[in-house]
């Protein structure tokens, strides 16, 4: 029997422990209480695994009160409680780059993958890379209605604990010289896909009471207001695609939080990836993070309770400020016409 703890992507400590037996072994759920008559295991259903999950559950507050709570708390949650965890990742984009690097990643802490991308050989290689927990490759595109309605599919069939939304393209090139048919792709792949997907997994996420979404976007999501002076990068609808998804996970993380979801945006700048090769844009010259630093930073990110999380941001009140004149602005409108507005 090996044990092991750990921090799942929900920010909760996980005891796992494995058993290695040549038959299913039942997972065991666990009531945690002061008193040791009450620490009675008792069958929840059989799994192959063999893996018994410990964990404890974590307060939603606001990016500051996480972070200052998470700097606080002490070492030991008041109230622990156990429960079983499925551990089903659902990754799209995993064929390489942060999609990958996410899998290989929860694949090594023990989750399941359903690992989704358009290049075959690419997942069948991630495959055979994690022997150690079930992958499922997934061959679809979701620049188009089909490749999106059959991941759907699985989202919604699958007992999901974390979703991640990372499949992207770039199409960078001025908004009046962008092919529609590309405009199409880019709106499916950073806005259908992530809205639908998640659609279709958060329900059950909702009835379980626990699940965990991320949605890759990016920094240039910030980046509408730049000059061509400061930004000579003609990217009006990819910006647009990032900032949506930024929006979507604050409006979700609210809306989800009461059911015990946590929900994420995932915003690095520029990565060590393929993604810029395939525009035909060369930026070995340029400073550039890991994929796997963009994990680690969403990870953490995770554990202290942070909605938009930027992994090159040194300052985190930076982005707060970001948030809170936005709310500002929101706060402000009246139903009047406003003074410069109106006629002289």
């Known amino acids: 029997m090996h044990v092991h703890a750990r921090l799942t992507p929900m920010g909760r400590l996980t005891l796992v422990m494995r058993i290695e037996s040549a038959r299913p072994v039942a997972h065991v759920a666990v009531e ?43 070492e030991q949650h008041p109230e622990p409680r156990a429960t079983v965890m499925t551990g089903l990742a659902l990754i799209t984009g995993a064929s390489s780059g942060i999609g990958r690097a996410f899998a290989r990643r929860l694949g090594a802490e023990g989750y399941d993958l359903v690992v989704v991308g358009r290049r075959r050989d690419r997942l069948e290689e991630l495959t055979a890379a994690l022997p150690d927990v079930e992958v499922r490759p997934l061959v679809a595109d979701l620049g188009t209605d089909a490749g999106v309605g059959a991941v759907a599919e699985v989202c919604a069939a699958r007992d999901l604990t974390v979703l991640v939304n990372n499949a992207g393209v770039a199409h960078y090139m001025p908004f009046v010289e962008l092919p529609a048919d590309k405009a199409n792709e880019l709106l499916h792949v950073k806005v259908v896909a992530p809205t639908m997907l998640t659609r279709a997994a958060a329900p059950g996420m909702v009835t379980r009471g626990e699940g965990t979404i991320i949605n890759v976007s990016g920094m240039l999501a910030f980046s509408g207001p730049a000059s061509l ?116």
Not at 39 to 47: E, T
Not at 273 to 284: A, I, K, M, V
Not at 306 to 321: I, K, S, Y
């Open 32 to 74: 945690m209480s002061t008193d040791a008559a009450d620490r009675v295991p008792r069958q929840a259903g059989a799994h192959e695994t063999g893996a018994y999950s410990l964990r404890l559950h974590t307060s939603e507050k606001t990016n500051q009160e996480r972070r200052t709570e998470h700097e606080q708390r002490p």
């Open 229 to 344: 002076e400061e930004l000579p990068l003609r990217r009006a609808v990819y910006t647009a695609t990032l900032a949506h998804i930024v929006a979507l996970s604050q409006a979700l993380h609210e809306e989800l939080a009461p059911h015990g979801l946590q929900v994420q945006a995932l915003c690095p700048g520029v990565v060590a990836t393929e993604f810029h090769e395939r525009q035909g844009l060369d930026l070995r010259s340029v400073a550039r993070m890991s994929a796997d630093d963009v994990v680690t930073a969403s990870l953490r990110g995770l554990e202290l309770g942070e909605v938009v999380c930027a992994p090159g941001v040194v300052r985190p009140d930076l982005l707060d400020a970001v948030s809170q004149a936005d709310l500002a602005a929101f706060r402000a409108q009246t139903h009047q016409l406003a003074e410069r507005y109106q006629p002289n």
